[in-house]
C-alpha cells in the first residue's frame, strides 16, 4: 500500500526520467492516471528488429500503451496486448510482466507494406486493417486468464483503448500516446538517430458511481434519422479531458519537457500528487530450459525435421536470441 509520506505534490523535488512510468492522482477533479516517456528501452527493442519507420511507430504506441496500464496491475502476473488483422501489420504484441518487464514483437508483410508506403496508406487503420484489439490479463498457472476484446475498425490504438475501457470496464478514460525522432550526435561527432515514446492515460474515478455515467453506446440499430440521447459529461471529468485535450504530441516524448514538467502544466491548479515512479525494462522471458521443455514435446520426426547442419537453432521473436541444441538432446 502507498505510504502517505511517499507522495509528492507536484513542484516538490523528483523526476521520474526515461523509462518510469509516474503514477498521479487529481483529488480536484476525481481522476487518476498514469504518464511515461520512453527512452533506451523502446530504442532497443525497436533497433533490435530494425524495423520500417511506420511499423516501428505503431509497435512504440502499442509498447507506451502496455506499459501504461500494465504498471497499474496489483498482483504478480502479466498484461498481453494484442493486434490481429488484415493489414500489412498483421500483428503487433507487447508482453508486460510484473513488476516492470517488457517485451514486444511485430510482424508484417514486406510486399504489402511496401505497396501501401508508395501509395501514403500508412496511418494505423490502413497498416492494421481489420481485426481485433485484445487484452489479456494472466495471473498465473492457478488463475483463469482474463481476455477483454475490441474490434479494429479504422480507429487509432488510443480510441480502441479507450473503449475497451468503455465496454469492458465501465470507466471513463482517456489515452493519449505519441512516437518520436530524437537525432542527435554520438561522441565522435557522427549523427545518430534514436526512437522515443509517450503516453497519458487518466480515468474518472469519483466516489459516487452515478457521476461516472456515460451515454449508452449506439445500439447500432436506430432507425435512421433517429438521433442518439445527448449525455452532459460530469464537470470534473469534461475539465480534465479539455485539459488533456491540448498535450501536443511532442511534449510526451521531449526529454527536455519530462512527465513532472507535463503534469504540472496540466492540473497544478487542481493540486495535483505524483507517486514513486515505477522503472520498466526492456527484459525478455525467454529461455533456454524453456525452448528446451517445447522441444521436448516434439516429436521425433518433428525434431529430425529441426535439424540443420547437425543442430537445432531456435531464435527469440521478441529479442532474437538464438538458443542452439544437440539434437541427441531429444532422441534425435
Keep these: 500500500m502507498m505510504m502517505e509520506t511517499d507522495i509528492q505534490t507536484l513542484g516538490e523535488p523528483g523526476f521520474a526520467g526515461d523509462d518510469s512510468v509516474l503514477p498521479f492522482d487529481v483529488d480536484g477533479l476525481d481522476v487518476r492516471g498514469r504518464t511515461v516517456q520512453l527512452g533506451p528501452m523502446i530504442d532497443a527493442i525497436l533497433a533490435?528488429?530494425?524495423?520500417?519507420?511506420?511499423?516501428?511507430r505503431l509497435l512504440a504506441e502499442a509498447i507506451a500503451l502496455t506499459v501504461l496500464l500494465g504498471t497499474s496491475l496489483k498482483f504478480e502476473g502479466k498484461l498481453i496486448v494484442q493486434t490481429k488483422g488484415d493489414g500489412p501489420v498483421d500483428l503487433l504484441v507487447a508482453d508486460f510482466t510484473t513488476p516492470g518487464n517488457l517485451r514486444a514483437y511485430a510482424r508484417f508483410d514486406e510486399e504489402r507494406l511496401a505497396a501501401a508506403q508508395a501509395a501514403g496508406m500508412t496511418s494505423p487503420a490502413e497498416l492494421l486493417g481489420?481485426?481485433?484489439l485484445a487484452f489479456t490479463i494472466d495471473q498465473g498457472e492457478y488463475m483463469q486468464r482474463y481476455q477483454g476484446i475490441v474490434e479494429m475498425k479504422g480507429e487509432t490504438l488510443e480510441a480502441m483503448a479507450e473503449t475497451y475501457f468503455r465496454q469492458s470496464e465501465q470507466i471513463p478514460t482517456l489515452v493519449r500516446l505519441a512516437v518520436g525522432e530524437l537525432f542527435d550526435r554520438d561522441s565522435d561527432g557522427n549523427p545518430r538517430q534514436s526512437w522515443r515514446a509517450g503516453g497519458i492515460v487518466v480515468q474518472f474515478l469519483p466516489q459516487s458511481p452515478e457521476r461516472m455515467r456515460q451515454p449508452d453506446l449506439p445500439g447500432g440499430d436506430a432507425p435512421e434519422g433517429i438521433e442518439e440521447p445527448f449525455h452532459n459529461d460530469d464537470d470534473g471529468w469534461a475539465e480534465a479531458k479539455a485539459l488533456v485535450g491540448t498535450v501536443q504530441p511532442g511534449e510526451l516524448t521531449d526529454p527536455e519537457v519530462g512527465a513532472e514538467r507535463l503534469l504540472y502544466r496540466l492540473f497544478h491548479e487542481r493540486g495535483a500528487k505524483v507517486y514513486p515512479p515505477v522503472k520498466v525494462f526492456d527484459r525478455c522471458s525467454c529461455s533456454r530450459e524453456r525452448l528446451?521443455?517445447?522441444?521436448?514435446?516434439?516429436?521425433a520426426e518433428e525434431i529430425s525435421d529441426s535439424v540443420e547442419d547437425g543442430e537445432i537453432t531456435v531464435q527469440c521473436e521478441f529479442c532474437s536470441t538464438a538458443y542452439k541444441f544437440d539434437p541427441a538432446e531429444f532422441g534425435g
Excluded at 528446451?292 to 516429436?299: H, I, T
Design 130 to 132: 481489420t481485426g481485433v
Design 48 to 56: 533490435r528488429h530494425s524495423y520500417p519507420e511506420p511499423v516501428a
Design 292 to 299: 528446451g521443455e517445447v522441444l521436448s514435446g516434439f516429436s
